[in-house]
């Protein structure tokens, strides 16, 4: 009794929708922001998972080929419950100084891979560093990709201290913005229960970056934001 009347009390002190997975915010009315994680899935990638599930946050997650490959029952879940999913290539090279072929395969087995673990291949692709070109933008687009960047990057490799991280989230958050992290740094995920309450106090609903463009992907060829 005690512990759901705090759950209650809880999500209305957050401001999360009521109806749990299927209440579709839109971000033409309220204040959005959109949190990605680029490079997993990793080892950290399930308890990240654990925190948007209690906090019912929607993130997006930029995969790498050969990651999902080895967890693809992270790649499952991360799917099942109701984040988007992106391509961030196979080996994360910088796609600019490759041939053509090359930066297809690395797009192309990155595809097949989430296919065959999620049946569904990505719209999204974001470019490993965010180098990317005229070219590397083009190549996406043949393969039936948008590229989305970000407005604001945490640098959370380097930081690696959960309260810089948060600091610098909050720093960086501003509406419609879409903010880099990565799950492969532990120190992300440890900050992540105190930035999302700090983020929902200021007024953020936390949503994909599908969720952001009124419930679609940027056309394919075309680069977001
Ligand atoms: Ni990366």
Known sequence: ??????????????????????????????????????????????????????????????LMGKHVEQLPKVVRRTMAEGHAIGNHTYSHPSLPTLLDQEIIDEIRLTQDAIQEVTGRRPRMFRPPYGNTDDRVLRLAGSQDLSQVLWTGTTLDWKLRDPAR????????????????????VPQTVQAMPEILKELKKRGYHLVTVPTLLGGRTPDAGVSFP
């Open 165 to 184: 991280i948060k600091a610098a989230v909050l720093r960086l958050a501003k509406p419609n913005g879409v903010i880099l992290m990565h799950d492969t």
């Open 1 to 62: 009794m005690l512990i759901q009347g705090l759950l209650v009390t809880s999500l209305v002190l957050s401001g999360a929708p009521a109806a749990g997975a299927k209440a579709r915010v839109d971000c033409a009315k309220v204040t959005c922001l959109a949190l990605t994680f680029d490079d997993g899935p990793g080892p950290r990638t399930g308890a990240l998972l654990d925190v948007l599930k209690r906090e019912r946050v929607h993130a997006t997650f930029f």
